[in-house]
């Protein structure tokens, strides 16, 4: 009772978050709303800001969640263990390769991966899924690409680059747990928790799935969106200029700045050009690279499912091999 109470608040605030949107939007070209109230210029440049990220991210996170709903319904976790070998080094490349072809967004992947390993997957090759998973596929790629128009090799080394890291943390784990068992206990509510929808039809099951991941992930959209306009408004620009473009300063800063926003992979492009004007390209690529691999909201469902230590581990392994490729990257580029 108490999380449907909360699914219908989220929703409901979500929808009027949709109609302001809608009004600022129209208001704006037909209304002027600047003769009636004497808004700072600030407030203005935010509500420009905020609008042109969150609108131009929207058709991207729309068509993510809807296929991210059909491997949820349609494809089992066991029909992907056909593909893995024995061999646990040769076993991460098709890790890499199904962290690519399947675009779940970092919202979804984390109990799909504590799935995966609780049905016989090597741990290193679930989290190369992990990592792989929310930013190797086309639609990243395809919004990527998009929002960094005058700078269309942005997306390519993108992929890149993550495909590098996937692979180095794939061996790193492997070669600091091996096989060990890093889940918590598994919770009784875990084997019911997947097929709410079981009686009512794959389809509509999967429009349920879609629709509970956009309202679940279109509040961090919002909320990035905000905290992007906000700072570029108010954050003087030389401040960010001699941050961003610093060798360690930068990626440092981006890095912290992606982890804390948490937002969607298939969105997050659209606020990484928002600021290429005052950082570096290699510290806008740190925060496109690192910010799905790992964020604040990962990071607290994978203390959820995983144990404390091997958490903490694994975001000090991700957070040094982003920085370290991204470091020799800026020497070689």
């Known amino acids: 009772m108490l999380v449907k109470t909360s699914n219908a608040l989220i929703y409901f605030i979500f929808s009027l978050v949709f109609v302001a949107i809608f009004v600022a939007f129209v208001g704006g070209e037909f209304i002027p709303i600047e003769k009636y109230a004497a808004l700072p210029q600030e407030i203005l440049d935010i509500n420009t800001l905020f609008l042109s990220i969150f609108l131009e991210a929207i058709p991207f996170v729309l068509i993510g969640v809807f296929i991210s709903a059909l491997i949820q319904s349609f494809i089992k976790e066991e ?9 646990p080094i040769l076993a991460i490349i098709p ?4 962290g690519a072809i399947f675009p779940i967004c970092e919202c979804a992947v984390v109990p799909i991966v504590r799935r995966l390993v609780q049905k016989g997957m090597p741990l290193h090759v679930g989290f190369v899924i ?19 128009q005058s700078s269309h090799h942005v997306a390519l080394e993108r992929m890149g680059l993550a495909f590098v890291v996937s692979i180095i943390l794939g061996l790193l784990i492997y070669c600091f747990y091996g096989d060990s068992n890093q889940l918590k206990g598994i919770h009784s509510s875990a084997s019911g928790h997947h097929h709410p929808h079981k009686r009512i039809g794959k389809w509509k099951e999967t429009m349920h799935h879609a629709i509970d991941e956009f309202f679940g992930m279109g509040k961090y959209l ?3 969106s905000l905290v992007a306009s906000v700072i570029q408004a108010f954050l003087a620009r030389e401040t960010l200029l001699n941050v961003g473009h610093g060798l360690v300063s930068g990626p440092s800063a981006m890095m912290g700045m992606a982890y804390v926003l948490s937002l969607c ?24 690279v690192y910010g799905p691999m790992i964020d604040l909201k990962n990071t607290i469902l994978l203390f959820a499912y995983f144990k404390n230590k091997f958490v903490a581990g694994f975001l000090v392994l991700v957070t040094v091999v982003v920085f370290s490729v ?3 990257y800026s020497f070689w580029y």
């Open 79 to 87: 029909h992907l263990q056909r593909f893995i070998p024995s061999n």
């Open 95 to 98: 890790g890499v390769i199904i």
């Open 130 to 148: 992990l990592v792989s998973a929310p930013i190797l596929n086309p639609i990243v790629y395809l919004s990527t690409y998009y929002a960094f």
């Open 222 to 224: 919002l909320f990035g």
């Open 265 to 288: 992979s298939e969105a997050d492009a659209f606020v990484a050009a928002s600021f290429k004007s005052v950082t570096s390209g290699t510290s806008l690529l740190a925060f496109l």
């Open 326 to 328: 991204i470091l020799l």
